[in-house]
């Protein structure tokens, strides 16, 4: 039986996920059939690996169209990059061709597939908690307002109105500080995220995120500095 990854509303699996193909260690452990254990990507496109007695096994990618009729692209042993690297080329040569295709385009795919994405390199990469951390930092805060807008659509206006939201508005100038330093925290996760799926070829350009700044000098609280004629005016003061 193939067994697929599913996940919750909140990108992560619902329960324990058995044939894995995401990492060497887990396909060594595959046993060797001729169909491919399958990993979604989106909907309809998907990436396999065939497992086999010799090393290395073969990948292939599949995309389902719009009157449900299954198309293959063999994609090869990919022995021209390391073994820790198979699983990000498949899913880049995957996505080439299902651009190709027309139909199996990918600009249905919006920013909280973006951010779906970059949660789960994360618990591959980095682990459950940093995982756990940008989705509840992301979930909270950008997906609201974004995660509908697909990648292809997204403008940089639409990152600067996001990235200015995130700021309190107060008379409290240090309030306004720190929320400005939680909104540039929260942008870099943001790119981040975009930045992945820009590496991954899901989209040709950067533009509408990269120029967008964070908010400078925000990172600590503002030191002040009284001169000698404040310091005896406060001296004075307190006399007595």
């Given at each position: 039986?193939?067994?697929?990854?599913?996940?919750?509303?909140?990108?992560?699996?619902?329960?324990?996920?058995?044939?894995?193909?995401?990492?060497?260690?887990?396909?060594?452990?595959?046993?060797?059939?001729?169909?491919?254990?399958?990993?979604?990507?989106?909907?309809?496109?998907?990436?396999?690996?065939?497992?086999?007695?010799?090393?290395?096994?073969?990948?292939?990618?599949?995309?389902?169209?719009?009157?449900?009729?299954?198309?293959?692209?063999?994609?090869?042993?990919?022995?021209?990059?390391?073994?820790?690297?198979?699983?990000?080329?498949?899913?880049?040569?995957?996505?080439?061709?299902?651009?190709?295709?027309?139909?199996?385009?990918?600009?249905?795919?919006?920013?909280?597939?973006?951010?779906?994405?970059?949660?789960?390199?994360?618990?591959?990469?980095?682990?459950?908690?940093?995982?756990?951390?940008?989705?509840?930092?992301?979930?909270?805060?950008?997906?609201?307002?974004?995660?509908?807008?697909?990648?292809?659509?997204?403008?940089?206006?639409?990152?600067?109105?996001?990235?200015?939201?995130?700021?309190?508005?107060?008379?409290?100038?240090?309030?306004?500080r720190k929320s400005k330093d939680g909104a540039n925290k929260l942008l870099s996760t943001l790119k981040a995220a975009l930045?992945?799926?820009?590496?991954?070829?899901?989209?040709?350009?950067?533009?509408?995120?990269?120029?967008?700044?964070?908010?400078?000098?925000?990172?600590?609280?503002?030191?002040?500095?009284?001169?000698?004629?404040?310091?005896?005016?406060?001296?004075?003061?307190?006399?007595?």
């Amino acid at each position: 039986m193939v067994v697929f990854r599913t996940f919750s509303v909140q990108g992560f699996p619902v329960k324990h996920v058995r044939n894995r193909i995401d990492t060497k260690t887990a396909r060594e452990k595959l046993s060797p059939r001729r169909e491919p254990y399958w990993y979604k990507l989106q909907q309809g496109c998907y990436i396999g690996y065939r497992a086999s007695t010799k090393s290395g096994g073969s990948w292939v990618a599949r995309w389902r169209d719009t009157d449900g009729n299954q198309h293959y692209e063999s994609l090869g042993p990919l022995s021209h990059v390391s073994d820790t690297e198979r699983f990000d080329e498949a899913q880049r040569q995957a996505r080439n061709w299902f651009r190709t295709l027309g139909g199996a385009t990918l600009s249905g795919y919006t920013i909280k597939h973006a951010i779906d994405d970059y949660i789960e390199h994360r618990k591959i990469n980095n682990g459950a908690l940093s995982a756990t951390d940008a989705r509840q930092r992301l979930y909270k805060h950008a997906v609201p307002s974004l995660g509908d807008i697909k990648l292809t659509k997204l403008t940089m206006q639409d990152v600067t109105r996001w990235r200015d939201s995130l700021v309190r508005v107060s008379d409290d100038e240090d309030d306004v500080r720190k929320s400005k330093d939680g909104a540039n925290k929260l942008l870099s996760t943001l790119k981040a995220a975009l930045n992945l799926a820009y590496r991954k070829d899901i989209i040709g350009t950067d533009k509408a995120w990269r120029r967008v700044a964070a908010f400078k000098d925000v990172g600590a609280a503002r030191k002040v500095f009284l001169s000698d004629e404040q310091i005896r005016a406060l001296y004075h003061s307190t006399e007595g």
